[in-house]
């Protein structure tokens, strides 16, 4: 595995740890409010399905990490997890907030071909 992939992919799983945090815990906080752009009523509205949605973020972030401890014999473990990130940003880009192709799906691309070359 080479230093480049290893350092991208633990950007990865840390921004998937952040967005944990924010949905599951800031998301009707007035920080998690100002990274999605939520007034405080649809913030409580939604409150429940983003918790559900950080958890999710949360086992991407631990599945890169568990493929980042094997080192070698967990190339397969983060290229599934890594090629998970990448549709869910894809998706999430086309459907939701475009800024989730470059915050999402790009670095998750970006570990994903450095991940291949190594």
């Known amino acids: 595995m ?5 350092v ?7 921004l998937h740890l952040y967005f944990l945090v924010l949905e599951m815990f800031l998301w009707d906080k007035p920080a998690g409010r100002r990274a999605f752009g939520l007034d405080a009523e649809s913030a409580a509205q939604t409150k429940v399905l983003a918790a559900n949605q950080g958890l999710y973020n949360g086992f991407l972030a631990a599945g890169l990490l568990w493929g980042l401890w094997l080192g070698a014999d967990g190339r397969a473990v983060r290229l599934f997890f890594l090629g998970c990130v990448l549709v869910a940003g894809v998706y999430g880009g086309h ?17 994903l071909l450095l991940t291949l070359a190594a």
Do not use: E, F, G
């Open 95 to 111: 459907t939701a907030s475009r800024k989730i192709l470059w915050v999402q799906a790009l670095p998750a691309a970006l570990a």
């Open 2 to 6: 080479s230093a480049a992939a290893a």
């Open 8 to 14: 991208v992919t633990v950007l990865v799983a840390l």
